[in-house]
């Protein structure tokens, strides 16, 4: 349990958004009243935006840039996002294109390096676990994705995007996942 900064009120854990960065490690105001400041904040940032400048220097690229060339962002003094649109995608595309960052979320996510991603991977034959696909059949990636227990966080093997998607829709329901297949059983031919 934890009291809320906002309205003082003692509440469950599930009740505050998630932050690493503060000692208990959650955030000091429940969901609900943080929703309410920033529905209030926005309306009034709306009802008088901030004046926009006519251009700004993004530090990054050194550039000055017309205000067009940056999103508008409510949460800025400006009115508009401090890195401009080139920039942003730029940065994005390094962000989930890159080794690095396919290494830090596999630590991160699941606690796995790279190698141990690869000897999985290599003990299932290349394949998926469920289907034994050779194709991780996910535009955009050349990886099969890790599955894993949402209620332990241990990881259970590598999957094809449609044989995760189909774990994930059946919310890892073990009795789901039975009464489908003996559904298919019955109806297929």
């Given amino acids: 349990m934890k009291t809320c900064a906002c309205c003082e009120t003692e509440k469950p854990l599930e009740d505050f958004n998630r932050n690493k960065s503060l000692p208990s490690g959650y955030t000091s105001s429940c969901k609900v009243c943080r929703a309410e400041q920033r529905r209030t904040l926005y309306a009034a940032k ?3 935006p901030p004046p926009r400048p006519l251009s700004k220097v ?3 690229c050194s550039q000055e840039k017309g205000s067009s060339e940056f999103v508008a962002a409510l949460d800025y003094l400006d009115g508009l996002h401090p890195v401009c649109k080139k920039c942003r995608q730029t940065l994005a595309k390094e962000k989930y294109d890159t080794d690095i960052a396919r290494v830090k979320t596999l630590k991160d996510r699941f606690g796995l390096s790279l190698e141990d991603y690869t000897e999985i991977l290599r003990l299932q034959g290349g394949r998926c676990a469920i289907c034994n696909s ?3 059949r996910r535009q955009g990636t050349l990886n099969f994705l890790v599955d894993h227990d949402h209620e332990t966080g241990k990881v259970r093997g590598l999957l094809c995007h449609p044989c995760n998607s189909g ?3 059946f919310g890892d ?3 789901g ?3 489908a297949a003996a559904y298919l059983r019955k109806n297929n031919g």
Wanted: hydrophobic share 30%; no cysteine.
């Fill in 167 to 169: 774990l994930g829709m």
């Fill in 173 to 175: 329901n073990l009795e």
């Fill in 134 to 136: 050779d194709n991780p």
């Fill in 46 to 48: 709306k009802e008088n």
């Fill in 58 to 60: 993004y530090s990054n």
């Fill in 177 to 179: 996942v039975e009464a």
